[in-house]
């Protein structure tokens, strides 16, 4: 079994209830294993600023499928909640987006994943929520709460679990 690092995210719709959703269509206990998840963050929209802040969060699972079969796993579930990839602006609002962030320790570039994801290290709103699951796991060299630590975290904001207040990121 393989331990592997994922993204969620959206703005669009009731973004929480369809990030716990896609989680829990993930997560099924027979190929992927839920092992940690991190609370919801509401961030600032990166790439694309003219547009609602987006809720994120990380999860750490356990599998034994390949990364392309996790990733291919990871679309369908987006297709099946609402996500149509081809009629999107890039960094644009969307209902869900999950990403995979790491698989393990490898390395991989190919035309459709590369590992780990290229732009992590520079996304404090990936970074947050993983810094609270896996603080000291070290991607391309660098623990996730260093590299946490070089970037600007304002804007992010840790949501408090349905019922109770939220805390400071």
């Known amino acids: 079994m393989t331990e592997a690092l994922l993204g969620l995210g959206g703005n669009v719709g009731d973004v929480r209830a369809t990030l716990s959703r896609a989680v829990g269509m993930l997560c099924d206990e027979e190929r992927v294993r839920l092992l940690a998840r991190s609370s919801d963050y509401r961030t600032l929209p990166w790439g ?34 609402g996500r149509e990839r081809a009629t999107e602006r890039r960094w644009g609002p969307r209902r869900i987006d999950i990403d995979l962030l790491t698989y393990d320790d490898l390395a991989l570039q190919t035309a459709d994943l590369t590992l780990p994801h290229p732009r992590l290290l520079t996304r404090a709103f990936a970074l947050a929520p993983l810094a609270e699951i896996r603080p000291q796991y070290v991607i391309a060299g660098i623990p996730v709460r260093a590299a946490l630590a070089k970037l600007d975290i304002s804007g992010i904001e840790r949501l408090a679990s349905i019922g109770r207040p939220s805390s400071p990121a």
């Open 48 to 81: 694309v600023t003219d547009q609602p802040p987006f809720i994120n969060l990380c999860i750490a699972v356990e599998t034994d499928q390949p990364p392309h079969d996790l990733l291919t796993r990871a679309q369908a579930i987006e297709r099946a909640l």
